[in-house]
């Protein structure tokens, strides 16, 4: 049972409903959101909620939404290498900010405009490096891989929701994985913001390569 006071007649909202799934989420993780969890938090009946939202995954893209419509779309006066930079970035300032949200949004396709505009920004950036249509969107799904991949992990240590890997290795198994033996140490301390920064350099770098050939 709720301790919320319940909501006046009519006061009920789209904004209202997103803004308190997405602080239930960043409180509680992406599980707690359901709709009767939510109506409990806003002090009302899960059918009230069904007049402005029809159901729960339109909720879950209207939550995208909500968070990508903080995205700063950098500005076209940029050169498109600080374009894709500044795209990257803002993604995982993002992501920081909302790191239960992250798995929603790696394994979401966009569906709606708002969050296309970091594809958009993307595209035309990789399109100023003088790649033809189909390199841009070679170099443009390798940078959602990466992207996603290195926010996911960060997120989940963020989180709590994956603890480090136990790189520590005992007996026989440092004789058949020498190389994960000798690392080990290092494999486990991760500095995500140094590894997102070069890994995001190593693209750039591939993206100049495939422009100039």
């Known amino acids: 049972m709720s301790s919320r006071r319940p909501l006046p007649r009519g006061t009920l ?68 290498d600080d374009r894709l930079r500044a ?53 443009f799904w390798a940078l959602v891989a990466y992207v996603t991949g290195a926010l996911v992990a960060e997120a989940a240590a963020v989180t709590g929701v994956e603890q480090p890997f136990p790189f520590g290795l005992s007996g026989d198994a440092t004789e058949h994985l020498p190389h994960v033996a000798r690392l080990g140490r290092l494999l486990a301390t991760s500095e995500y913001e140094v590894e997102f920064e070069r890994g995001l350099e190593l693209f750039i770098d591939a993206v100049e390569r495939a422009g100039a050939s």
Do not use: N
């Not at 009767?36 to 899960?46: H, N, Q, V």
């Not at 969050?115 to 841009?136: F, K, N, Y």
């Open 87 to 139: 795209v990257a970035r803002d993604l995982r300032r993002l992501a920081l900010a909302h790191p239960h949200v992250v798995p929603l949004l790696a394994v979401q396709l966009p569906s709606s405009a708002m969050s296309l505009v970091p594809v958009d920004a993307v595209l035309g950036a990789l399109h100023d490096a003088g790649l033809d249509d189909e390199r841009v969107v070679g170099l």
């Open 13 to 80: 909202t789209p904004g209202l409903i997103v803004g308190a799934a997405l602080a239930l989420v960043d409180r509680d993780g992406l599980d707690a959101l359901t709709m009767r969890r939510l109506a409990a938090e806003l002090g009302c009946e899960a059918m009230s909620l069904y007049k402005h939202v029809p159901d729960k995954a339109t909720l879950l893209q209207m939550v995208i939404d909500h968070v990508m419509s903080d995205f700063r779309t950098p500005s076209a006066a940029l050169g498109w």
